[in-house]
Antibody, heavy 115, light 112 residues
Framework: QVQLVQSGAEVKKPGASVKVSCKAS????????MHWVRQAPGQRLEWMGW????????KYSQNFRGRVTITRDISASTAYMELSSLRSEDTAVYYC????????WGQGTLVTVSS | DIVMTQTPLSSPVTLGQPASISCRSS???????????LSWLQQRPGQPPKLLIY???NRFSGVPDRFSGSGAGTDFTLKISRVEAEDVGVYYC?????????FGGGTKVEIK
C-alpha cells in the first residue's frame, strides 16, 4: 500500500532553514507528482508547491517569495521541502501529499520557529 | 488566486442524521481539459487530512458510500447521508484546477 513517511519534528531559530523529507513506498515513485502543504495553528491548509513526478519540474506558491525549494532523490524514493529565512509565522505542520489531487498524505512534520 | 468559501463553519449533527457542507469558488473550476478538479478532504482530530472525494463526485478508495459530492462550475456540496461517530472532524474543499491549489476554510462536523 502507498505510504509517505516524513521526517521528525524540528525546532529552528528565526532566519534559519529547515529541510523536511518524505519517503515514499508502495508505488513507482517517479510516476506520481508530490505536493507540499502546510497547516499553521488555527489557519486553513496552505499549498506550498509541487514537483512533477515525470520530469522533476517544480512550481511554487508566490506566497513564499522564493523561500521554498522542493527536490527529490529518485534512488531513495524521497521528496524534500526546504524552507529558508524562517520566521515565527512559519510554525506549522508540513505535509507531503501524492498525486495531483492529493490522494495520499504523509503523517506531517511539526516545524517550530522560536528564538 | 481562486478563493474557496465554505459554509457552515460548524455543523452539529445528531448521529444517524444527514449533514451537508457547501463550497463556493471565486471562479469556475472547469479546467481546459474538461475536468473539474474539486476535492473534499476529511481531517480527524490529530490526524493528517484524508481525501474523500475528487473531481466533484468520485469517492476515493475505501471511502464509505454515505459520503457523496455534487455540483458544477462554482458551487459544490458534500453530503453525509447518515453521520456516524467516526465522521467527527473538519472537512475541507480544495481546488486543483489552477495554480496555486487553494483550500476552503474548513467545516467542523460534531455530534450534538
Amino acid at each position: 500500500q502507498v505510504q509517505l513517511v516524513q521526517s521528525g519534528a524540528e525546532v529552528k531559530k528565526p532566519g534559519a532553514s529547515v529541510k523536511v523529507s518524505c519517503k515514499a513506498s508502495g508505488y513507482t515513485f517517479i510516476k506520481y507528482d508530490m505536493h507540499w502543504v502546510r497547516q499553521a495553528p488555527g489557519q486553513r491548509l496552505e499549498w506550498m508547491g509541487w514537483i512533477n513526478g515525470d520530469n522533476g519540474s517544480t512550481k511554487y506558491s508566490q506566497n513564499f517569495r522564493g523561500r521554498v525549494t522542493i527536490t527529490r532523490d529518485i534512488s531513495a524514493s524521497t521528496a524534500y521541502m526546504e524552507l529558508s529565512s524562517l520566521r515565527s509565522e512559519d510554525t506549522a505542520v508540513y505535509y507531503c501529499a501524492r498525486e495531483w489531487e492529493l490522494k495520499n498524505w504523509g503523517q506531517g512534520t511539526l516545524v517550530t520557529v522560536s528564538s | 488566486d481562486i478563493v474557496m468559501t465554505q459554509t457552515p463553519l460548524s455543523s452539529p449533527v445528531t448521529l444517524g442524521q444527514p449533514a451537508s457542507i457547501s463550497c463556493r469558488s471565486s471562479q469556475s473550476l472547469v479546467h481546459s481539459d474538461g475536468n473539474t478538479y474539486l476535492s473534499w478532504l476529511q481531517q480527524r482530530p490529530g490526524q493528517p487530512p484524508k481525501l474523500l472525494i475528487y473531481k466533484i463526485s468520485n469517492r476515493f478508495s475505501g471511502v464509505p458510500d454515505r459520503f457523496s459530492g455534487s455540483g458544477a462550475g462554482t458551487d459544490f456540496t458534500l453530503k453525509i447521508s447518515r453521520v456516524e461517530a467516526e465522521d467527527v472532524g473538519v472537512y475541507y474543499c480544495m481546488q486543483a484546477t489552477q495554480f496555486p491549489l487553494t483550500f476552503g476554510g474548513g467545516t467542523k462536523v460534531e455530534i450534538k
